[in-house]
């Protein structure tokens, strides 16, 4: 599988931003993400999956194939999930140690850091919390395994 | 009502947010402050800064002198019956909690009943339940009707003579509701029941009679009334604080500190431990006056103009449902919209310069009675104006068309 760099997706994003000169060509593009965004199936949307500290309800799984993670989300509030499609997009199915390193700048350079700054309201800050968390685990997994060999 | 030249003194309100001039209509979180009140903090900081009643400087006597002014207005602005029975605090989260800590401790006990109300703020929750728990008392809650109104048939039957408390809010902070205080204080005072009424809401709105309408305590914030944050008044009956037991200890509320023995001070200065918020509570001063001045009756006026408009043009908005339709109501507007989530609503008007709150308004278990996850609720206050009422419905359809 031919997987590209974290930083050149952001680059893709922030360019994609660059085009947008008022702010709703940005949340409408925003809004067709969150709606684009692959269904997550309802047997997921349990309370564990829950992101807590967000005003709007985040559901996140993640999966683990070959070295590399594979997230799926969903919101109530589809500017959200706006947000999440974008991190998925710039994180599904990279390696452990990648998602960790990831420094996610592109949400900055696109203007939405303010959505960062409202980490109780909407939590985008958490969701990258809860992403790094899984990826911390996944990590821990694979090195218990190599401890055992 | 003059609101044009209301709108002068409030510096803020000229104020640009994301290139639009701002529309604020965030009133019942927190009130914007008049350029007096921005000055009577900067004036004591500038000229009279100084500890209050212990020094016998110049600078000492002023600092008091000014802050026992505030209790004085303070006072008269709910017609208390005497300065004493104002206590400063930090806003109605403290005055319920120092109620609870004091007066709860000592009289609420095992098997005892404490009443609140299905539409109360968190902080006329969670203190209540704390206390329960400690006491084993029961916490017991009045249901609220579809139109966003208490149920006053089930609360006179929930009071008995296990009711120790009713505590209830007297206006709602996520549906506008007034509640029928009265009403409520007469019955529980018949059941043998103390009352305390959260006036977070309500001090700003309504002409408030402690008196009149017999409360036992009664609780507001002074950044709700176009006043600083981080100070507010808890009024109880003055029988009612001389028998209750202290809250904090410290300086202030002591008359002489041996290693043996404490003597606690008089009231008020019983319940300020410590060195209170000197220059708020000056400056809260200013807010109150400016209230009184500005007229509470052409305030209200002006704001129920308001209400009846936005109301009207609201509804007038396919999918648009109001939560909170109570026949009494203070100048709030509660809604959600088919199919969309407040906070996307929010985000978007915030990006057109209009500042509404959503999410569940800390009323989480209203918002469970109506089965929705939050609302979007426009709040005003006596410096709005109907053109801004038009700027948020124009904005309202821009937004639904990009998230539809
Ligand atoms: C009804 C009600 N009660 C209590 C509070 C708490 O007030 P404060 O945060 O100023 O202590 C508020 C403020 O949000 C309120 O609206």
Known sequence: MDIKPINDIEKDIIEDFGLFDSWEDKYEYIIDMGKKLAVLEDEHKLDENKIKGCQSTVWLVASYEDGRIFFKADSDAVIVKGLISMLIRVLSGHTPAEIIEARLDFIGEIGMMTHLAQIRSNGLLSMIKQMKNYAIAFQAIDNQQIDHK | ?404
């Open chain 2, 1 to 404: 009502m003059a609101t044009l030249d209301l709108r002068q003194q409030f510096p803020i309100l000229n104020r640009m947010v994301k290139g639009k001039p701002l529309v604020y209509f965030d009133n019942a979180a927190t009130a914007q402050k008049p350029q007096r009140v921005i000055d009577a903090l900067t004036h004591y900081y500038t000229h009279y800064n100084a500890n209050i009643h212990r020094g016998i400087h110049t600078l000492a006597e002023e600092a008091t002198a000014a802050y026992e002014a505030a209790r004085h207005t303070a006072q008269e602005f709910i017609g208390a019956a005497a300065p004493e029975e104002i206590i400063f605090t930090r806003g109605t989260t403290e005055g319920i909690n120092l109620v609870a800590y004091t007066w709860g401790r000592q009289n609420v006990g095992a098997g005892d009943e404490i009443i609140i109300s299905g539409m109360e703020h968190h902080s006329n929750i969670v203190p209540w339940q704390i206390l329960c728990e400690e006491k084993g008392a029961i916490l017991k809650v009045i249901p609220v009707n579809d139109n966003g109104e208490l149920a006053m048939d089930v609360y006179r039957s929930l009071l008995s003579n296990k009711t120790k408390l009713v505590s209830v809010v007297h206006v709602s902070n996520s549906l506008g509701t007034v509640n029928p205080v009265k009403e409520i204080i007469d019955a529980a005072h018949r059941a043998g029941a103390r009352v305390l009424l959260d006036g977070a809401q309500s001090a700003v709105h309504m002409d408030i009679d402690v008196q009149a309408i017999n409360c036992d305590f009664f609780a507001f914030s002074g950044h709700k009334v176009y006043g600083p944050t981080g100070v507010g008044v808890l009024y109880g009956k003055k029988e009612l604080l001389e028998s209750m037991p202290v809250f904090q200890g410290g300086g202030e509320m002591i008359k002489e500190v041996t290693f043996e023995k404490t003597i606690y001070n008089d009231l008020p200065y019983k319940y300020e431990a410590g060195t209170p918020n000197i220059a708020d509570t000056i400056a809260l001063k200013a807010a109150l006056d400016f209230i009184s001045e500005t007229g509470k009756q052409q305030i209200r006026d002006h704001e129920n103009e308001l209400l009846a408009y936005a109301t009207a043009q609201l509804q007038a908005i396919p999918g648009l449902t109001i939560i909170g339709n109570a026949k009494e109501k203070v100048s709030l507007v509660s809604f959600i919209i088919k199919d969309i989530h407040p906070q996307d609503v929010g985000v978007l008007l915030d990006n057109q310069g209009i500042a509404v709150r959503t999410g569940h308004h800390c009323t989480q278990p209203l918002m469970a009675r109506f089965g929705i996850p939050g609302t979007i609720r426009a709040s005003f206050a006596l410096y709005n104006q109907k053109e801004e009422i038009d700027a948020l419905v124009t904005s309202l359809h821009k937004t639904i068309k990009m998230l539809l």
